[in-house]
């Protein structure tokens, strides 16, 4: 189990290291997202969620759609949140590039996560984490966000428990060894916090429960035998707006709209999946 998680990681790291080239002003955000996707598969590897790109305040759960001519700017502050699995064990890190002239907000979110890392091994609770987490960004004279979090990973879900706070809370959860956990400090320049916009193009399999429409059916046993419970990106299916909608409401998917920030803050993320030990932890990504 450890060993896949592992080579999910091996995939991850390169997949990460090679992006870096590839984000520059006047390059489309869609061609960057099936690159990474699509390297995961050749390196041997499945992705665990759709490519990540959120750029200036939004945070996260932005996918580009099918066709997007949108393209990175001069200035951007771009995150890229890369997820890849083996057999459902899934690896899960997350880079800001700086196309402008935001060092600083950069530097913060990646040296919390450093922080946080130095105080991770079995018996740590993840209150000390994310006491951690926000004394480092607020020392940056930033604000973490207090809506998003790092998380457990578990086969075939990207969101398992325990949930790791990037601020300082009353009580947490006990990391006990061999527990895979991913730390995510986001840091912005406005008010701590993100909120839902309309833009949606990710989706997850909830529960598969009987449905009257023989379309609906077939989809959903589509998405059950190819991504489980992971997110999948709207681009990588054939399927109406309608029948997509009609399952959301039906409770059978979960739609992932795009988190940005609420006053429009400017926002920069770093993430690592890690193995927790003993005496500290094994970074694999």
């Not at 899960?92 to 402008?100: K, Q, R």
Request: net charge negative; glycine share 8%.
């Amino acid at each position: 189990m450890l060993e896949k998680y592992e080579r999910a990681g091996e995939i991850v790291k390169k997949v990460k290291e090679e992006v870096v080239k590839l984000v520059k002003p006047g390059v489309k955000l869609l061609e960057v997202a099936e690159f990474v996707e699509n390297r995961i598969v050749e390196l041997g590897g499945k992705p665990a969620f759709p490519c990540n790109i959120s750029i200036n305040s939004d945070a996260a759960h932005f996918t580009p759609k099918r066709n997007d001519e949108r393209v990175f700017k001069e200035g951007d502050i771009v995150k890229i949140d890369i997820g890849a699995h083996i057999d459902g064990y899934i690896a899960d890190s997350a880079i800001t590039i700086d196309l402008g002239d935001h060092e600083d907000l950069v530097k913060c979110a990646e040296r919390a996560l450093e922080k946080a890392i130095e105080v991770v091994h079995a018996g740590v609770n993840t209150a000390e984490i994310g006491e951690v987490i926000e004394k480092t960004i607020r020392e940056f004279g930033f604000r973490p966000i207090v809506n998003l979090t790092g998380h457990g990973l578990d086969r075939y879900v990207a969101h398992a428990p325990p949930t790791i706070y990037n601020v300082k809370v009353d009580k947490g959860v006990e990391l006990k060894e061999g527990m895979v956990i991913a730390i995510e400090p986001f840091a912005t320049d406005g008010a701590g916090k993100v909120v839902e916009r309309g833009e949606c193009e990710i989706f997850s399999l909830i529960a598969v429960k009987k449905l009257r429409l023989k379309q609906e059916r077939e989809f959903v046993r589509y998405i059950a035998e190819n991504y489980r419970t992971l997110p999948f990106a709207r681009r990588w299916v054939n399927v109406s707006d309608v029948v997509l909608a009609r399952l959301v409401k039906q409770g059978v998917l979960r739609a992932y709209p795009v988190l940005t920030e609420v006053n429009n803050g400017l926002v920069s993320q770093f993430e690592h999946t890690l193995i927790v030990e003993e005496d500290g932890c094994k970074v694999i990504t």
